[in-house]
């Protein structure tokens, strides 16, 4: 039974550019949230999908969107990158939003230069 | 607003020793406590969590938490560390949406 997938696992990016991450929920979960963790820090929940529709947000801004499909895989999108967005985001799948605890992918680590 | 505090940001024992790391947390409400593991390169691992009922809570790998009320407390313990259980800890609050607080790094000495 495979968990939560992420790609890609490493990328480098330039300052103003845009990066779109891909993950899979783990089987039998419906529900997607985003972390980005900054090194030295724990994760920052970015947003939330459930049912394709964006439920919840945290504190960052529009440069950062998402989008979940019909299987429930999920993509982030982050426009006009700056150089602190470099970071480790990891996605979070659970079934529902029951808040139980979540299955986390190991992240893609995003490098910006 | 929700938040969550881990005082030690590292902490050495050695194996074989017991093991408490440390987490205060401020939320309005009855919280959702959970404690994850992260090693070096990868992502988190969900040790135990909490919801209601019984304070004393069992989890994964031997750790367990207990949940203080009064003293807005969820500390992870470990009688018996093993040189595995290397890696970072990290407190969180809420259900989605949860709060981390910044980890506490576990370094095991043999």
Redesign the interface.
Known sequence: DAG?TQSPTHLIKTRGQQVTLRCSPKSGHD?V?W?QQAL??????IF?YYEEEE??R?NFPDRFSGHQFPNYSSELNVNALLLGDSALY?C?S?YR???????????TRLTVV | AQSVTQPDIHITVSEGASLELRCNYSYGATPYLFWYVQSPGQGLQLLLKYFSGDTLVQGIKGFEAEFKRSQSSFNLRKPSVHWSDAAEYFCAVGGSKSTFGDGTTLTVKP
Do not use: C, I, K, N
């Not at chain 1, 030295?40 to 929940?45: L, M, R």
């Open positions: 939560v529900t949230s972390y030295g820090q724990g994760p920052q929940f939330q439920r919840q945290g990891l979070a659970s939003d029951t808040g139980y605890g979540y299955t986390f992918g190991s992240g």
